[in-house]
């Protein structure tokens, strides 16, 4: 997909009320996309539709948003049978919900792993399975939103990463099976990004989580969705925008060396929180 191929392409964005969905949903505007948001709470997705009119290219068009919890397959189907019916059908779908609740392994309940399968690999492939007929017939393009960590298990994020490391399964294997078919797939893999999740998943960090990220750099959102859409262009398979392509060749080439780094990070955060 060029650049310019963004013009007049109906986006619909899941997650797109906040964070790395919404600001993508903004830069495609400006690149005069439709874009369909969606979203569980109506309040946000009111706001953000807002802003993303605001950055329209042009007065033709159109923007909507739905309610949404992608966690439920039959309301997935209903809902995204309603947009295609209303709106049209997706020539690019992005799945961008998401969150992280970092914690020791101990203390993470069944119901938080639980949640993490249901939004990031369920709720995803709920999304795709009632979409993927349309995106067969416009040739269209998927792109699943990950992690750094959807690659490499960090100190702290157990449900996540088991949860991001089956979504990049699950985009690797739809990169095989839909390449026939004409339809591109990319995976987003950001690194510590500056969005209302951050904020909350900094809220009970270990401290040993903490550590290991020092030195990371904090991307601002519209950095990713900038890298995003180059990647999309570009017909990237894994997107690592900033620190995260750093992160991505050492696990692939050099995997002994982040374990080492990391260990010893790990040691000094364990020492000062027992001498506190």
Known sequence: MKATDFEGKNVYIVGGSSGIGLATAELLSGRGSNVIIFARGRERLEEALEKISARKKDEKQRFAFKQLD????????????????EFGPPDILINSAGRALPDYFENISYEQLDDSMKLHLYGNWNTIKALLPYLKQRQGYLVNVCSVVGFVGVFGYSDYAASKFALMGLTETLKSELKPCGVGVSVLCPSDT???????????????????????????PEEVAEALIKGIAKGKFIITPGSAKTAYLLK?????????????????????????
Do not use: C, H
């Open 70 to 85: 992608i966690s439920k397959p039959d309301e997935v189907a209903r809902i995204m049978g309603e947009a295609v019916e």
């Open 194 to 220: 500056d969005t209302p999740g951050f904020e909350v998943e900094n809220r009970n960090k270990p401290p040993e989580t903490v550590a290991v990220s020092e030195g990371g750099s904090l991307m601002q």
């Open 252 to 276: 692939r080439y050099l995997p002994w060396l982040i374990d080492k780094v990391w260990d010893r990070q790990i040691k000094k955060a364990q020492k000062k929180k027992r001498s506190a």
